[in-house]
Nanobody, 115 residues
């Protein structure tokens, strides 16, 4: 079992930046692939970025070059640095931990990009 708590969401103007954090507890963090997902109103949840146990990353095309995922295994935390934010980035952002057949989700944090 792993418990995930996201933080760092909020209201930001277009072109601005936010950094989301996801703190994990309850298991060996370094053995989990970590991902950030988002869900906008009326839309399905989608993968934003993912980082493997070895540090390999992949991103949704819509955020490539603007978002960066990273992990700090010593502090059991995964981050999502979001730059050049656009109104279409508005969504609830969720953290997910995956290992073998198990997935664990956080409660989500709201990101709103608006002037």
């Amino acid at each position: 079992q792993v418990q995930l708590v996201e933080s760092g969401g909020g209201l930001v103007q277009p072109g601005g930046s936010l950094r989301l954090s996801c703190a994990a507890s309850g298991s060996i963090f370094s053995t989990y692939t970590m991902g950030w997902y988002r869900q906008a109103p009326g839309k399905q949840r989608e993968l934003v970025a993912q980082i493997t146990t070895g540090g390999s990353t992949n991103y949704a095309d819509s955020v490539k070059g603007r978002f960066t995922i990273s992990r700090d295994n010593a502090n059991n935390t995964v981050y999502l640095q979001m730059n050049s934010l656009k109104p279409e980035d508005t969504a609830v952002y969720y953290c997910k931990a995956s290992r073998l057949w198990n997935d664990y989700w956080g409660q989500g944090t709201q990101v709103t990009v608006s002037s």
